[in-house]
């Protein structure tokens, strides 16, 4: 089964910056594309980027391009997402999902507990 678990998250001040990291199962990793998606209070769950198996390609929505940065490193079965000049905004719980993710498809198959991102002013 897969599993993957987010860590990095925190109080911060806007401004700084974060990274999140993802640990999954060895298959999970290597076997999928993997995602980040967010989930502030009283709204949806939204994609924010994704990456391919060999992260040769990477997804962002529009909001996440520019301050955001996915990346993994399959030796080590980990995910990250990058996060500078934190806004207030980016307020959320930050998920990871193993799943399939094209520039148009986000089909996760596989989720973490969250991590939680709070920024402050």
């Known amino acids: 089964q897969v599993q993957v678990v987010e860590s990095g998250g925190g109080l911060v001040q806007a401004g700084d910056s974060l990274r999140l990291s993802c640990a999954a199962s060895a298959r999970s990793v290597n076997d999928n594309s993997m995602g980040w998606f967010r989930q502030a209070p009283g709204k949806p769950r939204e994609f924010v980027a994704a990456?391919?198996?060999?992260?040769?390609?990477?997804y962002y929505t529009n909001s996440a391009k520019g301050r955001f940065t996915i990346s993994r490193d399959n030796a080590s079965n980990t995910v990250f997402l990058q996060i500078n000049s934190l806004k207030p905004e980016d307020t959320a719980v930050y998920y990871c999902?193993?799943?399939?993710?094209?520039?148009?498809?986000?089909?996760?198959?596989?989720w973490g507990q969250g991590t939680q991102v709070t920024v402050s002013l």
């Open positions: 990456i391919t198996q060999d992260g040769g390609t990477s």
């Open positions: 999902a193993a799943g399939r993710y094209t520039a148009v498809k986000r089909e996760p198959s596989a």
